[in-house]
C-alpha cells in the first residue's frame, strides 16, 4: 500500500473527530519502541556490536545480531561472553564500546522509519498519552529523537536500563502505564522485535507488530493484534478495531 492513501484516511479522519463535542477512546496511552520502529537504527546497532566484538575476537554475523534483538545491549554482552569468553576487556567495557561506537553512527547515519511524524500527528491530535519505552539506555534514546526534532513529541520516555529485568519481561511497559495512571487495557504498544511483542503482551496491553521485513512472515509475529510492514500502514480502521478489542 502506498504511503499516500493511509494519510489521506488519516486527514480525513481527523477532520471528522474535530467536530465532535464528545469524545472518548478505550486507549489512552499509545507506547512507542525506539530502534528499528521509529528510527532506522537496529543496522546501527548491528555495526556498533560488529566492530566492539571484533575487538575481542567475536565476528558476529547479521543473523547473531538478529536474535538479540529487543534486548538491552549488556544483556547481550553477557550472552556472548558466556558463549565465548574472552579476556582482555570487562563486559561493562564491550557495552561501553558499542554504545560510543552507536552514539557517532546515531549522529551521523540514523535516519526516520516510513510513517513515523504522520503517526505522531494522528495520535498527538487525540490528546493520548504518547511515549517511549526501549530497551536502550536513555542517552541513546535522547540522542535518536533530538537528531529528529522529537522529544517534544512525547510525554515522557521510559528505558529498561535501570530495571531489574528488561524485555521480554514487561516491566518497561508497567512502568509506563503507572507512569499515566493508565489501566495496561488501555495502552497500545508498537513493537518491532518479538521480545518487545513478548513484553507488550505479558503486560496485557493491545498491541501491533511491525517486524523487519526479513522476518515479516515469521509466525511468531502472528500473536499481535494487527501486523504492518510499516508504522506508513497504520489507518483509522485499525484505530476503530483496536477500541473494540477486549
Known sequence: MSLIYPLLIINTYLLTISSSFTLTFVI???????????????????????????????????????????????????????AMPWQNKSTADVTNDVLDKLLLLIANQATLMDGVVELLDFFGQMNLNLAVASSSPTKVIHAALAKFNLLD???????????????????????????????????????????????????????????????????????ADFKLHSLAQFTPQHWQALQNLI
Open 153 to 223: 513529541s512525547f510525554h515522557a520516555l521510559f528505558s529498561a536500563q535501570h530495571l531489574p529485568y528488561g524485555k521480554p519481561h514487561p516491566a518497561v511497559f508497567l512502568e509506563t502505564a503507572a507512569f499515566f495512571h493508565t489501566p495496561p487495557k488501555q495502552c497500545l504498544v508498537f513493537e518491532d522485535s518479538f521480545n518487545g511483542l513478548i513484553a507488550a503482551k505479558a503486560a496485557r496491553m493491545k498491541t501491533i507488530a511491525v517486524p523487519e521485513e526479513a522476518q515479516f512472515n515469521e509466525t511468531r509475529f502472528d500473536i
Open 28 to 82: 489512552k496511552t499509545v507506547i512507542f519502541d525506539l530502534d528499528g520502529l521509529l528510527i532506522n537504527s537496529e543496522p546501527l546497532w548491528h555495526e556498533a556490536e560488529k566492530a566492539a566484538f571484533k575487538q575481542v575476537g567475536i565476528n558476529l554475523t547479521h543473523q547473531m545480531c538478529l536474535q538479540n534483538t529487543g534486548l538491552r545491549i549488556n544483556e547481550v554482552v553477557q550472552v556472548w561472553y558466556d
